[in-house]
């Protein structure tokens, strides 16, 4: 006679796992032992000699009521541990509909915990007398419920399912928590966007920015390489401003710096007018507009095809069907093109040697000027390795599962972190660099080797190319950690608050945000008008 399929089976019974009967067996055993001692302790409730629960009844000063209730000999560890019984039988009681056995415990929780709170407060233990009423009235109800059969099983599977129930809750808040986070974090804040406008109706309202802004284009400072030279690409003017501001006011020789910042045609007003009417010490700033690069197109660069399709940008700023994918790859900040500028960094600049790169969310600590002699030992790219995590090594960022990826690279290679980089841009040249990123961008055209983003690419395109900084130059996680050491804020050059908790958000850590805002303008009546309006 032939087997049937193993899908008209008929269901076999599954026996419990032998350890799952132990367990069982382990609670049985320790809610009798607890009823044996509930009641014994009925009998015997006069002050003890050697049951070992009876304290002294003096008072002893400075009670550290948390070893007082960890003790195994307090009255409050045994009323702290009936409480916890008499709350698994509250939920019980409740799921049965028995409302009243469920109130009366309810009600001896209530007063236990009172009694535990006074006796923190005066800093005294609690006598017998205070303890007697509540540890009777509680094993009366906690027998009265072991009665009604909610036995040591049923227990067992109640919590299990509350416990399930509460994980799923917790899963659900947190995913919901990082969307809002993120959406926040994307958000322009309004104090923000008022100063924007007001910088922009100046912008075309006078004719005189526009000359002034002409005139610090064709500055011949921009193009000396006797300067230090930092480019900045950025669409908010205000963490602009803050990263300048904090690199020449911690420089040695201010008016030797030159800035190079790049923005797009929304902001270029703003950005132009907020650097000509603030004063920078005496440094060089040169502000050019993205949209002007006509030779930055589709025709030259695989991203800007990219950041085109209609697929890509039906991903980042569709909604997600998935809910296990991560919201931060979701971020349509990968969609702007400026987040990709520093991989053209010598097309832009073509007459300068060396640069120091900055993100718009860093704040400088200390003098830069020492990176542009530091010996990159024929590097291209000087940055801070990250790797001190396993979180931070290659296979955590790219797809190795691909034999394109997993043929070229070690897995275990360090990362590193854009946000202060140093770039030698005659070595950039003779490497070849921006082919490189070219040819990995066409290899990433359906978004298999990893996210959008410009870590990844910079992972690659600069393998072989990095020369590692030491850990002080560049200080990472005050968008995210909050238990940064002091003392490695303190000895940092750099700082940057890379995560979602930017420090001209509402979501900041407020322990970092002072080291931003002491380097923003607050006497510049728009910041002012805008803050309180």
Same mark, same amino acid.
């Given at each position: 006679?032939?087997?049937?399929?193993?899908?008209?089976?008929?269901?076999?019974?599954?026996?419990?796992?032998? $350890?799952? !009967?132990?367990?069982?067996?382990?609670?049985?055993?320790?809610?009798?032992?607890?009823?044996?001692?509930?009641?014994? =302790?009925?009998?015997?409730?006069?002050?003890?000699?050697?049951?070992?629960?009876?304290?002294?009844?003096?008072?002893?000063?400075?009670?550290?009521?948390?070893?007082?209730?960890?003790?195994?000999?307090?009255?409050?560890?045994?009323?702290?541990? &009936?409480?916890?019984?008499?709350?698994?039988?509250?939920?019980?009681?409740?799921?049965?509909?028995?409302?009243?056995?469920?109130?009366?415990?309810?009600?001896?929780?209530?007063?236990?915990?009172?009694?535990?709170?006074?006796?923190?407060?005066?800093?005294?233990?609690?006598?017998?007398?205070?303890?007697?009423?509540?540890?009777?009235?509680?094993?009366?109800?906690?027998?009265?419920? &072991?009665?009604?059969?909610?036995?040591?099983?049923?227990?067992?599977?109640?919590?299990?399912?509350? @416990?399930?129930?509460?994980?799923?809750?917790?899963?659900?808040?947190?995913?919901?928590?990082?969307?809002?986070? &993120?959406?926040?974090?994307?958000?322009?804040?309004?104090?923000?966007?008022?100063? %924007?406008?007001?910088?922009?109706?100046? $912008?075309?309202?006078?004719?005189?920015?526009?000359? @002034?802004?002409?005139?610090?284009?064709?500055?011949?400072?921009?193009?000396?390489?006797?300067? /230090?030279?930092?480019?900045?690409?950025?669409?908010?003017?205000?963490?602009?401003?803050?990263?300048?501001?904090?690199?020449?006011?911690?420089?040695?020789?201010?008016?030797?710096?030159?800035? =190079?910042?790049?923005?797009?045609?929304?902001? /270029?007003?703003?950005?132009?007018?907020?650097?000509?009417?603030?004063?920078?010490?005496?440094?060089?700033?040169?502000?050019?507009?993205?949209?002007?690069?006509? !030779?930055?197109?589709?025709?030259?660069?695989?991203?800007?095809? &990219?950041?085109?399709?209609?697929?890509?940008?039906?991903?980042?700023?569709?909604?997600?069907?998935?809910?296990?994918?991560?919201?931060?790859?979701? *971020?349509?900040?990968?969609?702007?093109?400026?987040?990709?500028?520093?991989?053209?960094?010598?097309?832009?600049?073509?007459?300068?040697?060396?640069?120091?790169?900055?993100?718009?969310?860093? @704040?400088?600590?200390?003098?830069?000027?020492?990176?542009?002699?530091?010996?990159?030992?024929?590097?291209?790219?000087?940055?801070?390795?990250?790797?001190?995590?396993?979180?931070?090594?290659?296979?955590?960022?790219?797809?190795?599962? #691909?034999?394109?990826?997993?043929?070229?690279?070690?897995?275990?290679?360090?990362?590193?972190?854009?946000?202060? %980089?140093?770039?030698?841009?005659?070595?950039?040249?003779?490497?070849?660099?921006?082919?490189?990123?070219?040819? !990995?961008?066409?290899? %990433? *055209?359906?978004?298999?080797?990893?996210?959008?983003?410009?870590?990844?690419?910079?992972?690659?395109?600069?393998?072989?190319?990095?020369?590692?900084?030491?850990?002080? $130059?560049?200080?990472?996680?005050?968008?995210?950690?909050?238990?940064?050491?002091?003392?490695?804020?303190?000895?940092?050059?750099?700082?940057?608050?890379?995560?979602?908790?930017?420090? $001209?958000?509402?979501?900041?850590?407020?322990?970092?945000?002072?080291? !931003?805002?002491?380097?923003? #303008?607050?006497?510049?009546?728009?910041?002012? *008008?805008?803050?309180?309006?």
């Amino acid at each position: 006679m032939r087997r049937r399929a193993a899908e008209y089976r008929r269901p076999v019974r599954r026996r419990f796992s032998y $350890w799952i !009967w132990g367990l069982l067996g382990l609670f049985s055993i320790a809610a009798l032992v607890m009823f044996v001692i509930h009641h014994n =302790h009925e009998d015997r409730i006069e002050p003890p000699k050697s049951t070992g629960i009876v304290r002294e009844q003096f008072p002893r000063e400075g009670l550290n009521f948390t070893e007082e209730i960890l003790s195994v000999t307090s009255f409050a560890r045994q009323l702290s541990d &009936q409480m916890t019984l008499a709350k698994a039988y509250v939920i019980i009681a409740k799921e049965h509909n028995n409302l009243q056995l469920a109130w009366d415990l309810s009600s001896k929780i209530r007063n236990c915990q009172l009694l535990l709170s006074k006796a923190a407060m005066r800093e005294q233990p609690i006598t017998l007398d205070e303890a007697k009423p509540l540890v009777k009235g509680l094993s009366s109800l906690i027998y009265k419920a &072991q009665d009604a059969h909610y036995d040591i099983a049923t227990t067992i599977m109640t919590m299990k399912s509350h @416990i399930q129930a509460i994980e799923e809750r917790a899963n659900a808040a947190t995913v919901q928590s990082t969307a809002f986070g &993120q959406l926040a974090a994307e958000m322009l804040p309004k104090n923000l966007h008022c100063m %924007n406008i007001k910088l922009t109706a100046d $912008w075309h309202g006078n004719p005189v920015l526009r000359e @002034i802004a002409g005139e610090k284009k064709n500055s011949p400072r921009v193009v000396d390489n006797n300067l /230090y030279h930092f480019c900045i690409f950025s669409d908010n003017f205000l963490a602009t401003s803050a990263v300048v501001n904090s690199t020449v006011s911690n420089a040695d020789h201010p008016k030797q710096l030159v800035f =190079h910042i790049i923005t797009d045609g929304i902001c /270029y007003g703003s950005m132009q007018t907020w650097f000509i009417e603030n004063d920078f010490k005496g440094a060089a700033i040169e502000i050019q507009n993205i949209e002007e690069f006509s !030779w930055l197109n589709v025709s030259y660069s695989p991203v800007v095809k &990219q950041l085109l399709n209609q697929e890509v940008r039906a991903y980042y700023f569709g909604s997600s069907e998935d809910p296990k994918s991560d919201a931060k790859f979701r *971020n349509p900040k990968y969609l702007s093109l400026l987040n990709h500028l520093r991989f053209y960094i010598p097309e832009i600049y073509p007459s300068l040697e060396k640069v120091v790169f900055l993100d718009d969310d860093i @704040i400088v600590q200390k003098d830069l000027t020492p990176l542009f002699s530091l010996d990159l030992h024929g590097n291209v790219n000087g940055a801070v390795e990250t790797c001190l995590e396993a979180f931070h090594r290659y296979y955590k960022y790219l797809n190795f599962s #691909n034999p394109v990826i997993s043929s070229k690279f070690d897995p275990q290679a360090c990362g590193w972190a854009f946000g202060m %980089n140093v770039f030698d841009l005659i070595t950039w040249k003779k490497a070849n660099v921006t082919q490189r990123y070219h040819y !990995w961008q066409e290899q %990433n *055209n359906d978004r298999n080797l990893w996210k959008l983003g410009t870590l990844p690419p910079g992972l690659l395109t600069f393998y072989g190319l990095t020369e590692p900084l030491d850990r002080r $130059w560049h200080v990472l996680g005050l968008g995210f950690d909050t238990n940064i050491d002091n003392r490695l804020i303190e000895s940092a050059a750099v700082i940057h608050y890379n995560g979602n908790m930017k420090p $001209w958000l509402k979501l900041a850590i407020g322990r970092y945000k002072p080291l !931003w805002e002491r380097y923003v #303008n607050h006497t510049h009546p728009y910041v002012q *008008n805008c803050v309180t309006s």
